[in-house]
């Protein structure tokens, strides 16, 4: 199977329980794998024939920004769902969503989640 994959785009948000989470922006690494026959974009060289990533980090951005949910799990179910709704060759997505700047106590390099979505489930 081909993917598109978007890896590690810096964002700033957000999303978070805790008040301070809320009250200024924080860091997300946000890595975005699309599933998807790339053979008819490598056979005819035309962006209408793939999935354009351009287009994706637009809609991750954009959701980010919009964004005022607690969970990281609900910022990556909607962007799922917006991605394959977008790309009708889309046959599967996954995102994985990492936050450095968590407010934890204690060494880490980031904490965070990774969900996987297909069009039929």
């Known amino acids: ?14 999303i978070g329980v805790l008040e301070e989470e809320k009250r200024s922006a ?5 890595t975005i794998a699309i599933g998807a026959d790339l053979r008819r974009a490598g056979r005819s ?5 793939t999935i354009d990533y351009a287009r994706v980090f637009g809609m991750a951005k954009s959701l980010m920004e919009a964004s005022d949910c607690d ?3 609900t ?31 204690g060494s880490f390099e980031s904490v965070g989640i990774e969900i996987t979505r297909t069009r039929n489930g």
Not at 87 to 102: G, H, Q, T, Y
Request: aromatic letters at 8%; proline letters at 3%.
């Open 75 to 105: 910022y990556a179910e909607t962007l799922a769902s917006q991605t394959l709704a977008a790309f009708e060759i889309a046959e599967w997505v996954s995102v994985e969503i990492l936050k450095p700047d968590a407010p934890i106590e």
């Open 1 to 14: 199977m081909d993917k598109v994959v978007l890896n590690r785009i810096e964002l700033l948000g957000k």
């Open 71 to 73: 969970l990281l799990e």
């Open 45 to 49: 060289d035309r962006l209408d024939a």
């Open 26 to 30: 924080q860091r997300y690494w946000i």
